[in-house]
């Protein structure tokens, strides 16, 4: 059984940079298509960006496009997104997610695998 765990947030300026990961295990990541979300106190949560199975196609959210760089790495089971230029409003709980169908959506009922999440705090 596939089971995420992600990684890497925490307290940072605005401006600043995190990687966050999230691992795998139980199933190869290669075979699924992999989403970020994040929610934030009182918010719903949202995508943030994702990575096809099939091609690595990628999608971003129109808020985080141009500074967040989703990849993966299959040797390391793992799936990476960096965050540059980091704002106050991009302070929330980010979680991972998997889905078996290869087709890289923002959608969050459509993901069945979900992480534990991580906090990012951007404050100065």
């Known amino acids: 059984q596939l089971q995420l765990v992600e990684s890497g947030g925490g307290l940072v300026q605005p401006g600043g940079s995190l990687r966050l990961s999230c691992k795998a295990s139980?199933?190869?990541?290669?075979?699924?298509?992999i989403g970020w979300f994040r929610q934030a106190p009182g918010k719903e949560r949202e995508g943030v960006s994702c990575?096809?199975?099939?091609?690595?196609?990628?999608d971003y959210a129109d808020p985080v496009k141009g500074r967040f760089t989703i990849s993966r790495d299959n040797a390391k089971n793992t799936v990476y997104l960096q965050m540059n230029s980091l704002k106050p409003e991009d302070t929330a709980v980010y979680y991972c997610?998997?889905?078996?169908?290869?087709?890289?959506?923002?959608?969050?009922?459509?993901?069945?695998?979900w992480g534990q999440g991580t906090q990012v705090t951007v404050s100065s």
């Open positions: 997610a998997a889905r078996a169908w290869p087709i890289c959506v923002l959608t969050d009922a459509l993901y069945h695998s």
């Open positions: 139980g199933s190869s990541l290669k075979n699924y298509n």
């Open positions: 990575i096809s199975s099939r091609d690595d196609a990628t």
